[in-house]
């Protein structure tokens, strides 16, 4: 396949390990097959141990994150079910649309794009709409924010709601811990800071989560997604329900070997470092970051593009990173477009040395 | 990877051509960098043509067959609308689920597992139900029968209804031709004919389904696979909506290249000369097919399991081809559990070489 490689410092995906790509070209075996099975066991139990959850429902989706969002959503909403949804990016933007697909009443609590969600404001709209389900996210990937969890979490605790957080840019970058946070369904995807390739969806779903989905009136609306019968396979029963897609399998599951070698404390300082390097490195030339330093995330830093690059047109300079240099970084999205970088420093390009590329090429340019 | 490679000559995977496993290890590129944009609309275009189509709508889905099922059905379906669904197997029957999860009401024409659909019943139906859409498989995978298309997409034709056809069994085995059938959506999965591994459903819409889904008076229940939202990426706007699993893409890039190398007539041939050797070498051992000739598909035979060999438990021997001829081949499905075997010969695997290697196993059990 002649393809340039690119050194990918975007929003994802991220450059995948080199013993990632080696296991993805692994001869197929069936899904069913004992050697299959065992392999998925080990990529249940080490995406339990990366969640922070006894979730037995602890799997991966045969699909991208989005997919992810809207198994969470589906499984755990009925039609004319309440749900308070914070939106301070795409993906928050997203949540909604996807819940009022489902027929979900669904209240959106707003926050400045760049900002981090109020716990007071999302307090006050739970306590008012006594929701069935609080979703939000926790690292939202359009606009750099990482979204304290502990808060929000105590209020949706306390108003009896299902807690749903969306993790895609914070799983295997940042520590998440769904069983401490009190999360009752959580997403993410294989591509952000797993350095997998896209094309799966670590999922999460509590006990209480699977009684609500057991306790339904109505059968989940999508078949292909639908947790109750995904438990029978991925539960031990191994009843068939879809073909898994056996190479992104064996792929995940290396990439979950190599988190648990390095070890989730010094994956998530070696971001932090990376992040904290980008930042440093790149005010000379005149980019600032757009977040708080509180709420900043590691894993994905969005930075405010200098004024001269606006005026020369900062997506035609991307493009020339890119052409000249193999540097894939992201343009804004939604609201920030035109105005803001969005640089992933994510999994294996969670490096000073990423950085320092980056920074050569922008001084060519 | 520490796997034993199979032969797998179960109901899919098959086993994927090792230009594919290679294609699978190529360093990964962003979703929008031109050099797998350029891949993409190779990758569609190779799909029309293989399809047999000139539909713009023609794409790989980002998940498995069976998303492919679900996207056909509730981009078309609101609630409310009729359909009618031809059942002749598992595939039909999870088609009917999945429509009325739509909120469609179904008409199921059943045939007795084993046989084709009856062109006469389903026109019936048709006749009476005036349904909005008309749904049947062409090679149904649990019972090894190939649906004649032509009657039933005249009766859908006639009544004005849109036609779904399921193709995951048949595209890359057996001519598939849309346009000249007439079907308006169509599905597939990789893991099949293709010799690619699962995880991507090539899927592909007329423009009168394509009018049909914008037409539509309700948004479509799944975000993930609303088209409308996805034609904007894959018909080359390329605005974002999810990350498309390029390692995926990578491989069934190479999996089409390697089909039109062949070319479909050979491929075809191939395909019907494997499944000929399969039941004049298995019959001397007391393996019978239970399809008619007529309907019988090549790609996927159904063989009547003898009585010692369901005496003696048949799953027990399929284990021992697995444990100590690293072959696979499948148990029946649903009504034929027990009673039958599922063997493919599919993509790569289509060979009397296959056959003979599985003959041989069978003779030292």
């Known amino acids: 396949m002649p393809i340039t490689p690119r050194l990918l410092l975007g929003p994802g995906p991220s450059t995948a390990h080199p013993r990632v790509l080696a296991a993805l070209a692994t001869p197929l075996v069936g899904h069913l097959d004992p050697q299959f099975l065992a392999l998925m066991d080990e990529v249940q139990e080490r995406l339990r141990r990366l969640f922070g959850t006894q979730n037995a429902l602890t ?33 928050g933007e997203r949540m909604c649309d996807v819940a009022a697909r489902a027929g979900a009443r669904v209240t959106r609590v707003d926050a400045e794009w760049g900002t981090a969600l109020s716990p007071d404001a999302m307090g006050d709209a739970i306590a008012k709409a006594r929701p069935k389900a609080v979703a939000f996210v926790h690292a939202e990937t359009s606009t750099g924010v990482l979204q304290p969890v502990e808060p929000i979490a105590r209020a949706a605790k306390k108003a009896g709601a299902l807690l749903i957080l969306d993790c895609v840019t914070s799983l295997g970058g940042i520590p998440v811990t769904l069983d401490a946070w009190g999360v009752d369904a959580a997403y993410s995807g294989t591509q952000k800071c797993l350095s997998c390739p896209p094309g799966l969806s670590p999922v999460s779903f509590s006990p209480r989560a699977v009684e609500s989905v057991l306790a339904r009136k109505t059968k989940v609306q999508s078949w292909y997604l639908d947790v ?46 990376a992040a904290a390097a980008l930042i440093e490195q790149l005010a000379p030339l005149g980019f600032t970051p757009l977040v708080a330093p509180e709420v900043r995330l590691p894993s994905l830093t969005t930075l405010r593009v200098p004024e001269r690059v606006i005026a020369a047109g900062e997506a035609k300079l991307r493009r020339r990173l890119l052409d000249e240099h193999d540097i894939e970084v992201g343009g804004g999205l939604g609201k920030l477009a035109g105005s803001v970088w969005r640089v992933g420093l994510m999994g294996e390009n969670a490096t000073v040395e990423s950085v320092t590329h980056l920074e050569r090429a922008l001084g060519q340019l």
Chains 1, 2 share one sequence.
């Open 59 to 91: 799997l991966p989706l045969s699909a991208t994150g989005s997919a992810g969002m809207e198994a969470c959503l589906v499984n755990l909403l009925e039609p004319g079910d309440a749900i308070v949804v914070g939106v301070a990016g795409v993906f």
């Open 228 to 273: 109750s019968m995904l438990a029978r396979y991925y539960g031990g029963e191994r009843v068939y329900h879809h073909t898994a897609p056996i190479s992104m399998i064996y792929a995940i599951a290396e990439a979950l070997r190599v988190v648990d070698e390095e070890g989730m404390p010094a994956r998530a300082a070696r971001h932090r470092a």
